[in-house]
């Protein structure tokens, strides 16, 4: 598995990082917010998090995951 820094975008005050070792970007986010993450959203105030990490040609990497249209969090 590899290593995925996760920062919790959920909140404007607080961005508390998770180091996480999970198979996806995806993963890392369930692992360290408990909360399931997509890629891609036309809202952007759906932002759940950014996902961080170095891939096999050792280039950073990073992704944005939002919550999904739908989800109970979607009024916080």
């Known amino acids: 598995m590899r290593q995925f820094r996760v920062i919790d975008l959920r909140s404007g005050l607080i961005r508390p990082e998770h180091l996480i ?45 939002y919550r999904p249209v739908g989800t109970e969090a979607e009024s916080s």
Do not use: F
Not at 38 to 44: E, F, P, T, V, Y
């Open 21 to 65: 070792e999970a198979r996806s970007p995806e993963d890392a986010a369930v692992r360290a917010l408990g909360e399931k993450g997509i890629r891609g959203s036309q809202q952007r105030t759906r932002t759940l998090c950014q996902v961080y990490w170095v891939d096999a040609a050792g280039q950073m990497s990073m992704v944005r995951l």
